[in-house]
């Protein structure tokens, strides 16, 4: 290195680590009322960590609170990939509303008396052929019935209840939480209670619509969701709800904050209930917690 580089380098770390002092001056007696001294270095690494200070706040804030969910990209690419398959293999919701509405004006007609019940045209219904009984069977016909009746009598395959269609069906877990009462139909209990951090947010399981919105004296801010294929899920015990009646949501979306309201809540918790076909299920058949 030469003398001038030397110099130069040297005159450098001078410059950058030179202190200034700045002064305030009362302006009417020239008092000194108060004095700091910096330099470039120790300015440049104040500002540096103030922003890095910044930086680490806000990381916070968006990640132990709701925010993060609205933010673009939150969930991961598989998830996501995984609900657009499950949307494009979704009934259309539009159909099926129209076939309830008729349905449900075809009702309030007879009621009123502005159609007679037998012109009422069901939806999707099929013609019913109506056989012919009073022509006797054969004694060989006669035969294969008696014998199919005497191989089915014990057969238990008529008490099997219609299975639940899941497949091609992702249910995602409501919230992040631990199961603390589980599904128990005899004691009336026709969902799970999964005990969460307050604040956090409420997941819809499917894409769907919300079909109710109100509160209820024991199960306080309760939430209800139409999904396809015949599936209902409810959500109770919010502190919050994100949404209105009406709304169509995906899968994954928030659609409630995790409370404790209601008479029958003893800490902030959700009551998730998944219901088919009018029945209750048991969500941990569905979903794994």
């Known amino acids: 290195m030469s003398k001038k580089t030397y110099k130069k380098k040297k005159s450098f770390w001078k410059r950058v680590r030179f202190n200034y002092k700045l002064l305030f001056l009362n302006e009417s007696t020239l008092e000194e009322v ?3 001294r910096i330099s470039q270095l120790s300015g440049f690494l104040t500002v540096l960590l103030f922003a890095f200070f910044l930086i680490f706040i806000t990381s916070v804030i968006i990640i132990r609170t709701p925010i993060r969910n609205y933010l673009p990209g939150y969930l991961d690419q598989e998830v996501r990939n995984e609900i657009v398959r499950n949307a494009l293999r979704a009934d259309s919701l539009g159909a099926a509303l129209q076939i309830h509405s008729l349905y449900l004006k075809n009702v ?9 019940p037998d012109s009422i045209p069901f939806p999707d219904s099929v013609d019913l052929v109506t056989a012919d009984y009073n022509i006797r069977r054969s004694e060989k016909e006669d035969g294969f019935v008696k014998s199919f009746e005497e ?3 014990y057969s238990l395959t008529g008490l099997i209840s219609e299975p639940v269609a899941t497949e091609g069906l992702f249910f995602y877990k409501p919230i992040n ?7 128990d139909k005899s004691k009336n209990h026709k969902g799970v209670d999964l005990v969460a951090a307050p604040k956090e947010s409420v997941l819809a399981t499917l894409e769907g619509t919300v079909i109710y919105t109100g509160y ?20 109770k015990h919010n502190e919050i709800l994100l949404k209105e009646m009406g709304v169509h949501v995906t899968a994954g979306e928030a659609i409630a904050i995790v409370g404790n309201t209601g008479e029958l809540s003893t800490g902030p918790h959700l009551h998730f209930e998944l219901w088919y076909k009018g029945e ?6 569905c979903i794994a917690f």
Do not use: C, M, R
């Not at 309030?108 to 007679?116: E, F, K, P, W, Y």
């Not at 939480?177 to 599904?183: A, D, E, M, T």
């Not at 209750?280 to 058949?285: G, L, M, T, V, Y």
């Open 34 to 36: 108060w004095s700091f």
């Open 108 to 116: 309030s007609d007879i009621l009123t008396g502005n159609v007679a």
């Open 151 to 153: 191989e089915e009598k």
């Open 177 to 183: 939480g631990i199961i603390s009462s589980h599904y």
């Open 216 to 235: 209820d004296i024991g199960y306080g801010n309760v939430i209800v969701l139409q999904h396809k294929n015949g599936f209902i899920s409810i959500y």
């Open 280 to 285: 209750s299920i048991n969500p941990e058949d």
